[in-house]
């Protein structure tokens, strides 16, 4: 599956085969992909928890208001941040780190459901369960495993959300059907 299918057609996946593990080989292909992420200055601030022990995964899911269904997947990677890494961007960081994880387990034929955790009522339980020092962050966990549903969503449409050099421009000055002129000219 090439990147601009897996972009269009991952979907948070909320139902997983109880009865299928997750292999270990495809949890490290998408843990490698996120650690090829970007980051502010190359900061890197991410690890990961693998967590695929099923007490585990149901006290998370217990933890966590909307992420019950963490008890029926095969695997929860929770994503840490290290603030000291990258001060300011830390978060942003893990962000786009997660997004890669989500986009090579879709290309793997697994379902993910990223649920936030930084700065919400659950990041202090779920540090205290899983041992995460004090000085790191939870960013989000993700329930990791094959789909036992196909989810359909849809998209604000393309022109609904972008503006042209300032905020409210929603077109050129002049029609590009009219002109020809590409929307962004010179490239």
């Given at each position: ?14 139902r997983f085969?109880?009865?299928?593990a997750v ?165």
């Amino acid at each position: 599956m090439d990147v601009l299918e897996a972009i269009k057609t991952r979907r948070s996946v909320r139902r997983f085969d109880r009865g299928r593990a997750v292999e270990d080989e495809k949890i490290e292909v998408s843990l490698n992909a996120a650690r090829w992420a970007p980051s502010a200055n190359n900061s890197q601030p991410w690890e990961f928890i693998v967590v695929k022990r099923e007490w585990t995964r149901k006290k998370l899911a217990s933890l966590h208001t909307w992420g019950r269904f963490m008890s029926e997947s095969p695997a929860v990677i929770c994503v840490v941040a290290d603030p000291k890494r990258s001060p300011n961007y830390y978060h942003g960081d893990a962000a786009v780190a997660t997004q890669n994880l989500l986009l090579s387990a879709w290309a793997q034929g697994l379902g993910t459901c990223w649920m936030g955790v930084l700065d919400t009522e659950f990041e202090a339980p779920v540090k205290k369960l899983l041992k995460v020092p004090e000085c790191r962050r939870i960013v989000c966990l993700v329930a990791m495993g094959y789909p036992k549903e196909a989810p359909k969503s849809t998209r604000r449409t393309l022109s609904s959300i972008t503006h042209i050099e300032v905020y409210g421009r929603k077109r050129p000055r002049c029609s590009m059907h009219q002109t020809g002129n590409r929307l962004f000219p010179g490239r």
